[in-house]
Structure formats: structure tokens, C-alpha cells
């Protein structure tokens, strides 16, 4: 295989923050629950489930590490420039290798005694890493500086443990059903809430919908040419047909199959979120059109400026981390299960218009594309724009992992806070007051970053009083959020990598532990 594109345009390579990431999110699940079991708030299945993720994750991020690390000894290699300690290197890399198999299989020897069962789960994690490996060459192929390694190996490993558990708990449910044949029942996984699976099956009908609509417009070119048909003139409108016929197809046909096959459904799951929504009419109707205003409000005020102020973008961008703010703390305090279907139904329209826009679909696609154009900075490029799935991603993900158990009440918030107060107060104050740089070659500064942690403890002693007042409190002491503040803060300032992508997930570790 040739070597990976080059980087983003601005950014390192970022390999150990996209390394260490999500393995150490795991880790912080894992002492988390931890605490749980010795309540018996969850079940030893659920602490399993999260187990099992560390271990799947761990795996994506070293196979991937792996493959980098060989291209990169090849590229020496070919350039007769190979160092003289890489022979040390390569040794080295394959004692971490077989000590994090041997850790594994240990670990695992020693919480089973069903050996068939072990040896499954063992290939199972196994296919992670090779479905990584092959997952982020298509992605460093067919999005080409787009993103730093690091960026990459977050996308990678998170996309094959999400849809591989996924996966998982399918085949469960098929084994589930053929018990009665005689065959062997899988147990996987703990027990998902309806809004998960709903979100979990609407993405895989978004990542399917493409393919069907590349295979059905083949076939139709094909005919078309055969045909000689006049047909042929009309050639984007007839695209733009089978785009919307095919998406609308697997979401509303394919993909609710799905969902009632693995959970139980009682109505169609499209007419289960609408009985949902109108459960608490006036709490959550209110709460959309609060929603839709602020929306219309900021866009139609934020676009016009971008077109007509000499305004820097990565400053005008910051107030939409603030119109975050504005739009999901209230309902993160007051509505957080239909905050979570509103984040997963967001990321839905953002995919869509994402496609959309990039094989401009008739008739939306030139007007979706001029329109985020002017919200881009160095950190997107013309084939792929990702910071507003990054902006909801790392407010999202946050509350999606603090759904079922949660014992530290300012976690779910870690993306709010992060990315739209720290974040932004960083970034408004380092541009205008900032004179103290980190580096000679950054623009951010000490200022800036002093700015961010103060505004985030404040917000944080704001918040916690709220919070008790509305529900049952947990501990959250203020040394260890002083350190998470702090540390997290303090990697914004250091790293060029999407901080949106990776502050929220360190400070929501950091404050689970």
C-alpha cells in the first residue's frame, strides 16, 4: 500500500493523544462502574460489557499503531535512511505486542473458565483490530488531509467498537431466537434503552443509504446508455429521485426492521419517538421551539456577519460553542432523555446534509455547500467539513455515557463545558488580550488558557448548586476537579489535533475517576 496522504494542513500527527484516548475513557468507565458494583447499582454483566469494550478498543488502537508503524519503516526503508536504533524499535514493538496479547488472554483466563467461550471472545477482539487496520486505510485514502493520524486512529477505533458491538448484539439476538433448534445461546452486552438503538440503527441506515444509491443509479446509467434514452437530459433530477427514494427507503423500511428484531418495540419505532415527544407536550414541545429559535436566530445573525465582517472565523465560530451553551444545559438539566434522541436526530440531519453537500445532490447541494463555506476555517477542507460534527459529538457524547449510571454529576456536562465555555472564553480572550504565547510558532497563549480554566470552575460552582437543587446529588470533590480542569485545559492549549474531537473526552474521563 502506498503511504498515507499528508496530514492536515496545521496539525501534528497527534498518534499518542489518539492513542491513548479512548483506551483511557475506557479505563475511567471501568473504575467508574467499579464503584457501582460495590453498591450493586449494575450487574457484573454490565462491568463485563465495559470489559470487553476496554480490551476491543485497546486492540483497534494498537493494530492501528501497528500498520502506521510498518508503513512508516518502510518508507525509511525505501529511502535508504533507516535509523540506528530501529532494530531496538522493532524488538521493542514486538515485546508490547505480545505482552498486551498475554495481559489479554489473562485476563480473560482468569474471569472465564468456559474455554469455547474465551477462545470466541479472544477472536472477536481480534477482528477489531483488523477491521481498524482496514477501516483507517480507506479513510486516510479517501479523505486525503483531512485529518492528522491521530484524528484518524479516534474515528477508527470509535466507529469499529461502536458498530462492531453493534454487531455483536445482533448475532446475540439471532442466537437468542434458534435456541429452540438446539443451538448454542450468546449472552452479550448489557440491556440498551430504546433511544440507543434508535439512534445506533438510524446511523448504520445513513452509512447504507450510499451504497444503495450508488448501486441503484449504476444500474440505471447502465440501462440509460443501452437505452439511448432521452432520459438522459435529465440527468440530475433523476440522481436526486434515487438519492431520496434510497435514503428514505432504508430509514423508514430496512433499518426499523432492525430496531424491532433487537429490542421490543411496541409500534413502528418512527411512531414510538413521535408518542415519546408528545408524552410531555408542554416540557418538550416548548423546549423544540426554544431550540428552532435560538437556531434561526444565530444562524441568520452569525452568516451575516461571516459574509460582510473582517472577523477571523475561528472567533465567529466560537460563538456557536456558546449558542450550545444556550441550547442544551437547560435541557440537559430539566429533559436529558429527549436531549439524547434530539442529539442523535441532529447528528442524523448533519450526515444527511453532509452527503448532500458533498455529491451535491439537486437541488440542496450547491446551497448547503455555499452555506457551510462560510463557517470553515484551516481545519476543514473542500472534500470533507467536520467542525460542527465535532461541536455535537463532543456535547453528545458525554451525556450518551452518562445515560445508564452516573455518579459524578458534572460528567455529562464535561462537552458543554469544555468546548463551549473553556473553549471559547480561551479563545476570545487569547485573541484579544493574549501576549504571553505558549510557543514561537502557536497563536495560543497563556492568557487565553488561564481564561479558559477560570471560566470553566466558575461555571462548574454555578452548576453544582443547581444541580442539587434539582435531583439526587453525587460526589464530585474539587481537588479532582481542579485536576480535571486543569489537565484538560492545558492539553487545549497543547495540542493542534480537533480539540472539539478530543478535550471533551479527556475531561469527561478525568472527571469519572
Avoid at 471472545?121 to 483531512?146: D, E, N, R, S
Avoid at 439512534?199 to 449504476?218: D, R, T
Avoid at 411496541?266 to 435560538?294: N, T
Avoid at 439524547?340 to 448533519?350: E, H, P, S
Wanted: with cysteine; glycine share 6%.
Amino acid at each position: 500500500m502506498a503511504p498515507p496522504n499528508p496530514l492536515r494542513p496545521g496539525a501534528s500527527s497527534g498518534i499518542l493523544l489518539g492513542a491513548v484516548t479512548l483506551p483511557g475513557l475506557a479505563v475511567s468507565k471501568l473504575i467508574q462502574l467499579s464503584r457501582a458494583l460495590l453498591v450493586n447499582e449494575i450487574g457484573t454483566k454490565d462491568f463485563e460489557f465495559i470489559r470487553l469494550q476496554y480490551w476491543a478498543t485497546s486492540t483497534s488502537c494498537l493494530c492501528v499503531l501497528v500498520f502506521l508503524c510498518f508503513i512508516f519503516r518502510h518508507e525509511c526503508n525505501n529511502a535508504k535512511s533507516v535509523s540506528f536504533n530501529s532494530g531496538w524499535n522493532t524488538k521493542f514493538s514486538i515485546s508490547s505486542i505480545a505482552l498486551f496479547a498475554a495481559l489479554c488472554c489473562l485476563s480473560f483466563a482468569l474471569k472465564s473458565s468456559n474455554g469455547p467461550y474465551m477462545a470466541l471472545t479472544l477472536f472477536w477482539i481480534v477482528c477489531h483490530g483488523l477491521a481498524a487496520v482496514k477501516f483507517i486505510q480507506h479513510v486516510l485514502h479517501t479523505f486525503p488531509a483531512c485529518a492528522s493520524f491521530g484524528e484518524a486512529l479516534l474515528v477508527t477505533a470509535g466507529f469499529v467498537v461502536y458498530f462492531g458491538d453493534m454487531f455483536a448484539f445482533t448475532i446475540a439476538k439471532i442466537s437468542n431466537h434458534l435456541v429452540s433448534y438446539g443451538l448454542y445461546s450468546i449472552t452479550y452486552g448489557a440491556q440498551r434503552s430504546k433511544i440507543s438503538i434508535i439512534i445506533q440503527g438510524m446511523l448504520l441506515g445513513l452509512l447504507l443509504s450510499p451504497m444503495l444509491f450508488k448501486f441503484i443509479f449504476k444500474k440505471w446509467e447502465f440501462y440509460m446508455s443501452s437505452q439511448k434514452s432521452e432520459a438522459r437530459g435529465h440527468h440530475e433530477p433523476i440522481r436526486s429521485v434515487i438519492f431520496y427514494g434510497s435514503l428514505s427507503f432504508i430509514l423508514l423500511a430496512v433499518v426499523p426492521l432492525w430496531m424491532q428484531f433487537v429490542q421490543d418495540f411496541p409500534v413502528h419505532p418512527f411512531l414510538w419517538v413521535l408518542k415519546f415527544v408528545f408524552s410531555e407536550p408542554h416540557k418538550r414541545l416548548s423546549l423544540c421551539v426554544y431550540w428552532v429559535g435560538v437556531i434561526f436566530v444565530s444562524v441568520l445573525r452569525f452568516y451575516n456577519i461571516s459574509k460582510n465582517s473582517k472577523i477571523e472565523r475561528i472567533l465567529l465560530r466560537k460563538y456557536y460553542h456558546l449558542v450550545a451553551v444556550l441550547m442544551f444545559v437547560p435541557a440537559l438539566i430539566f429533559q436529558p432523555s429527549f436531549l439524547n434522541l434530539a442529539f442523535g436526530a441532529a447528528l442524523g440531519v448533519f450526515l444527511v446534509l453532509e452527503i448532500i453537500r458533498v455529491w451535491r445532490i439537486w437541488p440542496l447541494g450547491s446551497i448547503v455547500h455555499q452555506f457551510m463555506n462560510a463557517f470553515t476555517d484551516h481545519r476543514d477542507s473542500e472534500l470533507l467539513i467536520v467542525s460542527h460534527f465535532s461541536l455535537l459529538l463532543g456535547c453528545a457524547l458525554p451525556i450518551w455515557m452518562s445515560s445508564e449510571f452516573n455518579d459524578r454529576p458534572l460528567a455529562p456536562f464535561a462537552g458543554i463545558l469544555s468546548l463551549g465555555i473553556g473553549d471559547t472564553m480561551a479563545s476570545m480572550v487569547g485573541y484579544k488580550y493574549g501576549v504571553l504565547r505558549w510557543s514561537k510558532t502557536g497563536k495560543k497563549t497563556i492568557e487565553g488558557t488561564a481564561a479558559g480554566i477560570t471560566s470553566v470552575l466558575a461555571a462548574c460552582s454555578a452548576l453544582l448548586p443547581l444541580l442539587a437543587a434539582t435531583g439526587p446529588m453525587f460526589t464530585q470533590h474539587w481537588l479532582s476537579l481542579l485536576f480535571a480542569v486543569t489537565v484538560s485545559g492545558l492539553l487545549e492549549a497543547y495540542t493542534a489535533q480537533l480539540d472539539n474531537a478530543f478535550i471533551p473526552l479527556v475531561f469527561y474521563s478525568l472527571l469519572c475517576l
